[in-house]
């Protein structure tokens, strides 16, 4: 009888091993199948994040002008179509030789709009010239010029990012060109 009960107690503290085994595996699976869940969400925050400063062009209101301050450049660029098949305009104004007589040519583009890796530009702070380097991840590729109006063709690559005064914030080529060659590379910051 005492074998029996030796027996039985064996069993039990063996049953109860196993049990502890199987709560300690579904833990270990749980806690895994956790760590899994928490890893998949990372993965899909990292593509997110990976183009942190992107600007996210269907919530904006079309067309977006930004209006130009200074000399020797555009008086605006106004951007059309973003979701759709988005095109450029850029007015300036051209001083004519009959009384000062100002004109305004009209140029239409093409865009290309692409996500692209984060990058760092210097630019030149619309609000009071100062450089300052932004990061970006909107970038905005001019085209064929659809309505051609002055010898002034344009071409290159603008980019687009959120301000901290919330609203967006467009960086040109700086098309008036005065700057000394260790800044050749700085970019205009147009605001809306």
């Given amino acids: ?23 300690s595996a579904s833990t270990t699976q749980a806690s895994s199948k956790s760590k899994n869940e928490v890893s998949t969400n990372v ?5 997110l994040e990976a ?21 020797n450049v555009p008086t605006s660029i106004t951007l ?9 305009t850029f ?10 007589q100002v004109k305004e040519a009209i140029n239409k583009y093409e865009l290309s709009i692409n996500t692209i890796p984060t990058k760092e530009i210097r630019i030149f702070s619309a609000a009071d010239n100062s450089i300052r ?7 905005l590729i001019l085209g064929t010029n659809i309505s051609p109006n002055d010898e002034q063709n344009r071409s290159g690559t603008l980019y687009l990012f959120n301000n901290k005064n919330g609203s967006i914030s467009l960086i ?12 050749k590379d700085v970019m205009l910051e147009v605001i809306q």
């Fill in 80 to 88: 059309e179509n973003l979701n759709s098949t988005p095109t450029t």
């Fill in 133 to 139: 380097t932004v990061k970006v991840n909107t970038e």
């Fill in 1 to 23: 009888s005492s074998a029996n009960h030796y027996s039985s107690s064996t069993e039990t503290s063996s049953s109860n091993k196993l049990k502890e085994a199987s709560e």
């Fill in 172 to 183: 040109t080529p700086n098309y008036a060109g005065n700057v000394t060659d260790d800044q």
């Fill in 91 to 100: 007015r300036t104004k051209l001083f004519g030789a009959e009384n000062d």
């Fill in 51 to 71: 183009t942190p400063y992107a600007v996210d062009l269907s919530s904006l209101n079309n067309p977006l002008v930004f209006n130009f301050k200074g000399m």
């Fill in 43 to 47: 993965e899909e925050t990292n593509s």
